[in-house]
């Protein structure tokens, strides 16, 4: 338990993970459909209720798309309620005895390109997007054989991290890293300088070193440390897609020693992938705007 919580934060949070251990054994338990259905449900109550989200969510697709009025209430009601029921799917990887593999398959094309990177013995940087089934993605990929090492935002309660976290992603053999842990840059040059591959997730609006990229048309204050990593490894950089109906592996052509025009191409394969399945995307995420401290 984290010792600089309140009193009251910490009854909170005891109910919070009470609940959620609840939630967990109903989940490994409940059919597939069941849980897509209530995650559907759950998306649709966001929209209605979540209205600050749904607020960025329609300014993002009118600046993205240009899209505005019932138009743009359309595609954020059918986002959140598509979203709701990939959240459903991902709570299905509590459940041990599903394989990721088998409900996200990775085409043979997709597995080719990230086998004839690895190939070249640098290891491979690879960057995808808060996008379809993300989760499913880093345990598919395992489950066929690859070593995968990603950074990520541990959980304010290490009790959360332990249930829900560290089940979908560490139980099923991806390593983590705290994205906030000073060594994990070097962790993860240990991890492609051993033949692995270094995840990363691009797409949204983070602190650090960042430069401003084109995101989807817009310019976005985009990471760089993916860029940066394959420049000081050698490591080829490849994008993946995890939408439903739109899984893709492909590799970035830009010269690896340019930091920024390789941020620039990683953002144009990323914005590429989410227009192609638009609604599975995280419109609700504040993605542009000024640099965040």
């Not at 085409?107 to 190939?119: G, S």
Request: hydrophobic residues 50%; glycine residues 8%; charged residues 20%.
């Amino acid at each position: 338990m984290t010792a600089t919580w309140t009193a009251p934060q910490t009854r909170k949070n005891d109910r919070l993970y009470r609940l959620a251990r609840v939630g967990v054994a109903l989940a490994r338990g409940a059919p597939s459909w069941s849980l897509r259905a209530l995650g559907r449900l759950v998306g649709a109550l966001a929209f209605v209720l979540a209205w600050q989200a749904r607020r960025v969510a329609l300014s993002n697709v009118a600046r993205a798309f240009g899209l505005h009025g019932l138009a743009a209430r359309v595609h954020v009601a059918r986002t959140f309620v598509t979203l709701g029921a990939m959240l459903g799917d991902t709570a299905k990887l509590l459940d041990p005895r599903v394989r990721a593999s088998t409900r996200l398959p990775l085409p043979a094309v997709a597995l080719a390109t990230l086998r004839e990177a690895l190939a070249e013995g640098h290891g491979v940087v690879l960057v995808t997007a808060h996008h379809g089934l993300w989760e499913h993605l880093a345990a598919a990929l395992v489950e066929e054989g690859f070593a995968l090492t990603t950074p990520v935002r541990r959980s304010y309660d290490p009790r959360l991290e332990r249930l829900v976290h560290a089940t979908i992603r560490d139980d099923r053999g991806v390593r983590t890293l705290d994205r906030d842990d000073p060594r994990a840059g070097i962790a993860l040059l240990r991890a492609l300088r051993a033949g692995g591959i270094a995840g990363f997730l691009v797409d949204l609006h983070v602190r650090g070193a960042v430069i401003e990229a084109p995101f989807l048309g817009q310019p976005a204050w985009t990471t760089t440390a993916p860029a940066r990593l394959a420049r000081a490894s050698g490591a080829p950089i490849v994008v993946a897609c995890a939408a439903r109906g739109h899984v893709a592996i492909e590799r970035i052509g830009a010269d690896p020693g340019d930091v920024e025009a390789t941020t620039v191409a990683i953002n144009e394969a990323v914005s590429a992938n989410v227009r192609a399945a638009p609604h599975q995307w995280v419109w609700m995420h504040e993605r542009f705007g000024p640099r965040r401290a």
